[in-house]
């Protein structure tokens, strides 16, 4: 197999410096470039593939970016709603060939931890059967955005599939709630948002039936648990041209 040329965006943060170490330890992927804040991106060093780990005000753009320069991606930053998706699949049909000669790929991952992608499978499984459910994610003080993109993947996941089987909204009787204390709303789904010195990144998804409850939790203690994704997805990238929602559909988990 050709060596995969590597590029990571976001190179000095917690992440970014993280996948840094993991690219150069990986078997035929060779670091070209590091970028942080301000750097200009250039043609990134010549890479075939860039690893976008930033913010969400900079993700969509260091994205375009790299699409129209026919740079696969694999985007581990969080914000990306339906509008910014839309935008970035416009950009990806006028992207020029790769240089590979295939379509442009772009991955957007949520998480690339294998506990969280099972979490999410095994939610999306357990929802069509439960009356009530709750998604509660805590992670580090430092993290700027609410909630988590694992946890509004998960309602998502939770809200498709218990559409699909008919199921009525989720039981609440509250009708006076001035301070939000019943959290945020998606997709019909309560989540709930903890921030919190000591934690680096978990989740709960709460299922209830009369005398019954199941919980769902995963836990990433060291931000290590996300490298071997990151690694499985700049290897394959390439052969998923156009956009991929979910590491878990290049690893068959979907
Ligand atoms: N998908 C996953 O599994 C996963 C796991 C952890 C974190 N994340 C997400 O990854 C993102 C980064 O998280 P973090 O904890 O590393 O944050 P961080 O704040 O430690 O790092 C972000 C870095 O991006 C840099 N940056 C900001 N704008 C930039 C730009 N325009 N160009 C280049 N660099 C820029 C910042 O200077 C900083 O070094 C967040 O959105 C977070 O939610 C995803
Ligand atoms: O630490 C973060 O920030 C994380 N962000 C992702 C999210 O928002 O879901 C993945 C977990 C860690």
Known sequence: MAEIKVAVIGASGRMGSEAVRAVEAAEGLRLVGAYGSGDELGDLAGADVAVELTVPAASPGNVAHCVERGIHVVVGTTGWDEPRIAALRGQLDAAPPSSSGTGVGVLIAPNFAIGALLMMS??????PYFESVEVIELHHPNK????????AR????IGAARDHAGLPPVPDATTHDPDGARGAQLGGIRVHSVRLRGLVAHQEVLFGNAGEQLTIRHDS???????PGVIAAVRAVADHPGLTVGLEKYLGLD
């Open 144 to 151: 700027v955005d609410a909630p988590s993109g694992t946890a």
């Open 221 to 227: 203690f060291e931000r290590a648990s996300f490298m």
């Open 154 to 157: 998960t309602a998502g996941l």
């Open 122 to 127: 095994f939610a999306a499984k357990a929802a």
